[in-house]
């Protein structure tokens, strides 16, 4: 992807939601990259991101690396009736440099609405910041297998 400033997985746009993803051999080359792998819904929204598998991609820079979010909101209006579902994630054989805000970041809705069953394994993440810092709420059942981040592989 050349010129973009958002990736290829991006779910809110589709009311129903979004299935069954198969992505491999990506690179993604351009310097206004804000969200290398994206995933973003709300309650407002309902609808699902389900079943996505990538593997073997290549970000030449960005701000976020992995961004998972059930609260996005282009205008505030992020509140709703139908929380999404968010599960079955696979991010593999991947590597991330110079990504300047943030390696991974996944936050589900609520305790009763989390995104669950991601797992992102055999990947590397260089972040520019000094201290690189996750973040991972509302969620259950994430696997990082072999995830390095600057190096150092995370617990």
Known sequence: MHEAFRSAIEAC??????????????HF???????AMRFKTNPA????????????????????GIHMTMRYSSNGAADGEAPPR???????????????KAPI?????SDDAQITDVAIADCE??????KAENTITNAARIKLL???VNGKVLE
């Not at 609808?47 to 976020?64: D, M």
């Open 13 to 26: 746009t589709k009311a129903g939601g979004i299935r069954n993803v198969f992505a491999e051999d990506c």
């Open 29 to 35: 080359d351009s310097p206004d990259l804000d969200m």
């Open 45 to 64: 929204r309902g609808g699902y991101i389900e079943n996505i598998y990538l593997r073997r991609c290549n970000v030449k820079t960005a701000k976020f």
């Open 86 to 100: 968010v599960h079955n994630i696979d991010i593999r054989d991947s590597k991330f440099a110079n990504l300047t």
């Open 105 to 109: 970041f996944i936050e589900g809705w």
């Open 125 to 130: 993440l260089e972040c520019t910041k000094k």
């Open 146 to 148: 072999n995830v390095k």
